[in-house]
């Protein structure tokens, strides 16, 4: 995760239990992945 969020990239959800109940997983389930985005708007505006 730090490598990501570090390059970048934000999570879709500000906590993982809102993942879970967005996907329909139990509480007790761990995640091994986030929904993640990267914004490109911002890095189109780096070159303009």
């Known amino acids: ?3 990501y969020e570090q390059n970048g990239f934000t ?3 500000s906590t993982e ?3 879970k109940d967005y ?3 139990t509480s007790e389930t761990p995640l091994n992945t986030r929904l ?3 914004d490109l708007m911002l890095t189109i505006e780096e070159y303009r």
């Open 36 to 38: 993640m985005y990267y």
């Open 23 to 25: 996907r329909h997983i």
């Open 17 to 19: 239990q809102q993942e």
């Open 11 to 13: 999570t879709v959800f």
């Open 1 to 3: 995760m730090a490598f």
